[in-house]
C-alpha cells in the first residue's frame, strides 16, 4: 500500500508484468514497421516512461515525438480533451504511431486521429499499454493493446494522481 495525497492505493501490476507487456508490443510492432521508420508519437504526461521503454524494445530505426493533451483532474477524466503542446515536425506520407498510457473513455483518441487525419499521415496507429474495456466508448480501432485492466483509478510507471505517483515501477490501483 502507498498513500499519495489523500488516498491510498494497493499494488496492482508488477515490473515485471510491465516489461513483459511493453517487450511484446515492440515486437508486433516491430512485425508490422521494420522496413519502414515510424515516428512514435507520445502523449504527455503520462507515456514518457512507456513510450522510453517501447522504443528501447524497438530494435530498428524510428523516430520519437510529444505532444501534450490533457483531459483529468484528479482521478476523473473531464471528458474534455485540451491540446497543450502541438506537434512540430512534419508528418505528412509518413508512419505515425501514437502511444498512449492508457485509454479509458477514448475521447483524446478520438480527437488524435482528427489532428492527425489533418497532417495526411500513411499510416496512423495506436498503441496503449492499458485499456479500460467498461469504460471505452468509441468505435476507433486501437491497434496495439497491452494490458486489460478494470475501470479503477491507477497510478505508477507513468501515470498519476495529481502530480504524484509517475515515478514508480509499478503499478497501483486505488484502494477501495
Request: overall charge negative; charged content about 25%.
Amino acid at each position: 500500500m502507498i498513500q499519495l495525497h489523500d488516498k491510498t492505493f494497493e499494488s496492482f501490476i508488477s515490473k515485471e508484468e510491465l516489461d513483459f507487456s511493453v517487450a511484446n508490443l515492440a515486437q508486433l510492432i516491430s512485425e508490422d514497421f521494420q522496413d519502414e521508420v515510424p515516428i512514435f508519437i507520445g502523449v504527455l504526461n503520462g507515456s514518457f516512461r512507456f513510450l522510453a521503454d517501447l522504443t528501447k524494445n524497438y530494435n530498428f530505426p524510428c523516430e520519437v515525438n510529444f505532444i501534450k493533451v490533457a483531459s483529468y483532474q484528479g482521478t476523473e477524466s473531464t471528458n474534455q480533451v485540451n491540446q497543450i503542446i502541438g506537434l512540430n515536425q512534419d508528418v505528412t506520407g509518413r508512419t505515425v504511431i501514437i502511444v498512449e498510457d492508457i485509454v479509458d473513455t477514448g475521447n483524446t483518441i478520438v480527437e488524435l486521429k482528427k489532428m492527425f487525419k489533418s497532417h495526411n499521415v500513411k499510416h496512423l496507429k495506436i498503441a496503449t499499454l492499458f485499456l479500460k474495456p467498461d469504460a471505452y466508448k468509441h468505435n476507433i480501432k486501437l491497434d496495439y493493446v497491452g494490458i486489460r485492466i478494470p475501470n479503477k483509478f491507477i497510478v505508477g510507471y507513468g501515470l498519476d494522481y495529481d502530480g504524484l505517483g509517475r515515478n514508480l515501477n509499478e503499478v497501483y490501483q486505488l484502494a477501495e
